[in-house]
């Protein structure tokens, strides 16, 4: 089983709707990150969360907009999204001071805009 | 700019066969690592193993292996004995060494489908 628990597992919203996806983990990880994951594409990073501050954003769109409450805890915060916003949200944390550069990545919430 | 390459876009091969799937990696980066992903339908990505540039040492983790040639900047990855199970998406991944605290950039390759059929 994953140590990076996301939910929920499925979203299907309309395009004026506001919703948000949820990322947590306990392994003491401090950095976390998101990745957008198009249907038989590469994940893409969206932003990276370090010791609960963000630390990079690669030009998301303000649509999407990331908050991290606690170290253990990630949100993504969906209002106003497009169709082809619809793809699977990955979550992944790693150890930020070994700095290796692993990520260990949760199931991904599978998100559906109409 | 740091790119990976996985020219094979999917493979089909019958249970028990050996496989092996190419990466080739970019970078200007003196250090830097390479990982390899698998992606089964749940949707997980399975951290597979972690190379760093200075440990040209090939590795093997039972039916997995793996070969790292700083020479032709290729870090393949080759399943023996294939089985129904190792049918999934394979990513071939790279991450600069990174700034301290501000978390590590993960590089992907296209991904290669392996179908291994029974």
């Known amino acids: 089983d994953t140590e990076v628990t996301q939910t929920p597992k499925h979203l299907v919203m309309g395009m004026t709707n506001k919703k948000s996806l949820k990322c947590e983990q306990h392994m003491g990880h401090r950095a976390m990150y998101w990745y957008k994951q198009k249907a038989k594409k590469p994940p893409e990073l969206m932003f990276v969360?370090?010791?609960?501050?963000?630390?990079i954003n690669e030009s998301v769109p303000s649509r999407f907009s990331p908050e991290c409450p606690n170290s253990s805890l990630l949100n993504l915060h969906l209002h106003a999204l497009q169709p082809e916003d619809s793809a699977l949200y990955l979550c992944?944390?790693?150890?930020?001071?070994?700095?290796?550069?692993?990520?260990?990545f949760g199931e991904g919430s599978r998100l559906t805009v109409l | 700019a740091q790119k990976v390459t996985q020219a094979q876009t999917e493979i089909s091969v019958v249970e028990k066969e050996d496989v092996t799937l190419d990466c080739v990696y970019e970078t200007r980066d003196t250090t830097y690592y390479l990982f390899w992903y698998k992606q089964p339908p749940s949707g997980e990505l399975v951290f597979l193993i972690r190379?760093?540039?200075?440990?040209?040492q090939n590795e093997i983790s039972g039916r997995y292996s793996w070969n790292f040639q700083k020479s032709t900047s290729s870090f393949n990855f080759t399943i023996t004995a294939s089985q129904v199970v190792d049918s999934a998406v394979y990513f071939c991944a790279l991450s600069e060494a990174g700034r301290i605290g501000y978390g590590n950039k993960l590089v992907f390759g296209a991904g290669t489908i392996l179908r291994v059929k029974s």
């Open positions: 992944a944390s790693s150890y930020r001071e070994l700095n290796t550069g692993e990520l260990f």
């Open positions: 969360y370090s010791y609960e501050k963000l630390s």
């Open positions: 190379r760093n540039s200075f440990d040209e």
